[in-house]
């Protein structure tokens, strides 16, 4: 079964401290990976996707094949940034996504 | 801005009650997915309608779960009879196609508390 591992529930980091959120995908194919995050009170959003290779508020994450793993980092973590991130995988044939459980950063000041 | 609607926000029944949420994708958008999400777990695909079409009902439980997207607009999803279980958050999300896995609009979600 196609699946999406994050493997930590929780992460907690001070502000300006480095933080990465681990994501791993079972293969099949050639998957499309994303990071969806969910800050307090509003609703689920793209943050960002592989494919666009682009930084979305500091954060990146490189696919990395060989290992199957699509790990979400920032060099300088902001108080901003604690909210819940989800990483996907594309599912099947439809383009529907499949989720990891998600993991909770919270930045301390 | 143009955005997923859902209805109700909240929702509290009984067990072996019937409940029914309310779904408004974004206009222009041809594909509409239903996503239940159990506290502390991610979103887990339900059904995907592209227009008025199901793609995928997989994993809908059909003895008691109904989907539909008759116009190919807005949809609704049913349950009846509400168990114990089903309690959860129920997010809608709509996107321009299903040829590529392309962005996903969320609404806020109807949370489901069954008693």
């Known amino acids: 079964a196609q699946r999406v591992t994050q493997p930590e529930k929780l992460l907690s980091v001070f502000k300006g401290a480095p933080v990465e959120l681990k994501c791993n995908y079972s293969?099949?194919?050639?998957?499309?990976l994303f990071w969806y995050v969910q800050y307090s009170r509003q609703r689920l959003q793209l943050l960002l996707r592989h494919i666009s290779r682009e930084s979305i508020k500091g954060f990146t994450a490189d696919l990395n094949k060989g290992e199957t793993s699509f790990h979400l980092k920032k060099p300088f973590a902001q108080e901003e940034d604690s909210a819940m991130y989800y990483c996907?995988?594309?599912?099947?044939?439809?383009?529907?996504?499949?989720f990891g459980k998600g993991t909770k950063l919270s930045v301390k000041p | 801005e143009a955005e997923v609607a859902q209805s109700p926000r909240y929702k509290i029944t009984e067990k072996s009650q019937a409940v029914a949420f309310w779904c408004d994708p974004i206009?222009?958008?041809?594909?509409l997915y239903w996503y239940r999400q159990i506290l502390g777990q991610g979103p887990e695909l339900l059904v995907q309608f592209q227009d008025e079409s199901v793609v995928d009902d997989s994993q809908l439980p059909k003895d008691r779960f109904s989907a539909e997207r008759l116009k190919g607009v807005d949809s609704t999803l049913k349950i009846q009879p509400a168990e114990l279980g089903d309690s959860a958050m129920y997010l809608c999300?709509?996107?321009?196609?299903?040829?590529?896995?392309?962005?996903?609009?969320f609404g806020e979600g109807s949370r489901l508390t069954v008693l």
């Open positions: 996907a995988r594309s599912g099947g044939s439809q383009g529907n996504l499949i």
């Open positions: 206009s222009g958008h041809a594909t």
């Open positions: 293969y099949s194919g050639s998957p499309e």
């Open positions: 999300a709509s996107s321009w196609t299903d040829h590529d896995t392309g962005e996903l609009f």
